[in-house]
């Protein structure tokens, strides 16, 4: 069956450069979640949706951070004005329930980002 | 405070021997779950097994198991028999409330095992 879906796998920005980066869920899950991951450490989480609702965004590391999920399902997560610091991998994860009870999460493939 | 504690950089088993990953969590949260991922060289992560703090029994999926000592809180993973596919990244995480209700994962730092033929 479909799993979570990212793209692209792999994306080079200059530094200044603005990015974008596509999640794709599993169908029908209501919780989606973004994740940064540095290189040799465990994710962060970044921000949550319930459907279209942004419940949590704590975790987004700065103003130059946005995400997205107008319609419920595919989330996009915008990284205006790139810097170095930035580079990581981003992985997008969804669940079919909420709260407690969310179950596991489904992770996807993430996209590497590198910021030159 | 570090809210996962995985103290294994790294470690190594023989192939078909059984080894244990360790984990130390820290929360003020009564209900909480414990979960264990694999991130293979792909960079994917993979679903392993949960723990829920209230579950009264130690989780169980296939060869791996949880040893779930709450008054320790510790949640370790034991891989039995293991094959040379185990060679991955294996990440503890804790899921407990937010005050924003996302129930977001926690993640360790991760252990590096390497299984050796």
């Known amino acids: 069956g479909a799993g979570v879906s990212q793209s692209p796998r792999y994306k080079v920005a200059k530094r200044g450069q603005d990015v974008a980066l596509r999640c794709d869920p599993i169908?029908?899950?209501?919780?989606l979640f973004w994740y940064q991951q540095a290189l040799g450490q465990g994710p962060e989480f970044l921000t949550y949706f319930q459907n279209e609702a942004q419940l949590d965004k704590s975790g987004l590391p700065s103003d130059r951070f946005f995400a997205e999920r107008p319609e419920g399902s595919v989330s996009t997560l915008k990284i205006q004005r790139t810097q170095q610091e930035d580079s990581a991998v981003y992985l997008c994860a969804s669940s079919p329930r909420t709260g407690q009870g969310a179950g596991e999460q489904f992770f996807g493939p993430g996209t590497r980002l590198t910021v030159l | 405070a570090q809210k996962i504690t995985q103290t294994q950089p790294g470690m190594f088993v023989q192939e078909k021997e059984a080894v244990t990953l360790d984990c130390t969590y820290d929360?003020?949260?009564?209900?909480?779950?414990l979960f264990w991922y694999k991130q293979p060289s792909s960079g994917e992560m993979i679903f392993l097994i949960y723990q829920g703090s209230y579950d009264q029994q130690n989780a169980t999926e296939g060869r791996y198991s949880l040893n779930f000592q709450k008054a320790r809180k510790s949640a370790n993973l034991v891989i039995s028999a293991s094959q040379l596919g185990d060679s991955a990244m294996y990440f503890c995480?804790?899921?407990?409330?937010?005050?924003?209700?996302?129930?977001?994962?926690?993640f360790g730092k991760g252990t590096k095992l390497s299984v050796i033929p």
């Open positions: 995480a804790m899921r407990e409330a937010s005050g924003a209700g996302s129930y977001q994962l926690t």
């Open positions: 169908s029908g899950h209501v919780s």
């Open positions: 929360t003020s949260d009564p209900s909480y779950g």
